[in-house]
């Protein structure tokens, strides 16, 4: 535990070796977390002491977490802009532009309609579509944090995220009622 310990306050692109930066190579993640966890996890440190077990339990428990962080597109974006010192405002700032929010409102018509028709093809099409819009919408902010470093205008991005991540869960959720 002794080698690793002195890092214990670097942010998680440090712990991973990897750049700050919104483009990520997730392979190379996989692969330092899986060499980290090797390094760290408790099971490794059974017959140490106490104290050298909950050292090793608070490492896990760290690579775990940056783990998580950086290999989801949103928190990842999230604790890149709180590395910069910006709030995202998540639950206070929930103003939308007004073209964005009709999109909401079409898509949430959409995913209703297609459930009560119990249209399976069309909430896959639907789910198609607004896998699309996410990956458009996490290439515009890399582009907002890695090239441009227009912090404020990705927060607006993370919150529009969050929209889209809800309108994932929707579409999941109503093809699993629809599984049943």
């Known amino acids: 535990m002794q080698a690793v310990a002195p890092g214990f306050q670097q942010d998680f692109f440090q712990l991973f070796c990897l750049p700050t930066s919104y483009r990520l190579d997730n392979a190379l993640l996989d692969q330092y977390y899986r060499a980290l966890q090797e390094q760290v996890h408790p099971d490794k440190f059974s017959h140490l002491s106490e104290a050298e077990r909950r050292i090793s339990m608070q490492w896990s428990t760290r690579v775990n977490e940056a783990y998580q962080t950086l290999s989801n597109p949103t928190k990842r974006a999230r604790y890149l802009?709180?590395?910069?010192?910006?709030?995202?405002?998540?639950?206070?700032?929930?103003?939308?532009p007004a073209d964005f929010l009709m999109k909401q409102m079409e898509w949430?018509?959409?995913?209703?309609?297609?459930?009560?028709?119990?249209d399976v093809a069309e909430l896959d099409?639907?789910?198609?579509?607004?896998?699309?819009?996410?990956?458009?919408?996490?290439?515009?902010?890399?582009?907002?944090?890695?090239?441009?470093?227009?912090?404020?205008?990705?927060a607006g991005d993370v919150r529009k995220l969050k929209f889209l991540e809800k309108l994932a869960e929707e579409i999941a959720s109503a093809l699993d009622a629809l599984d049943s």
Request: cysteine-free.
């Open 125 to 154: 099409k639907l789910e198609s579509r607004l896998q699309h819009e996410l990956r458009g919408l996490e290439a515009q902010l890399a582009d907002r944090i890695d090239d441009r470093q227009d912090y404020a205008a990705a």
């Open 108 to 118: 949430r018509e959409a995913i209703e309609e297609a459930r009560q028709a119990r």
């Open 81 to 96: 802009l709180s590395l910069h010192g910006v709030d995202i405002q998540e639950e206070s700032n929930t103003a939308m």
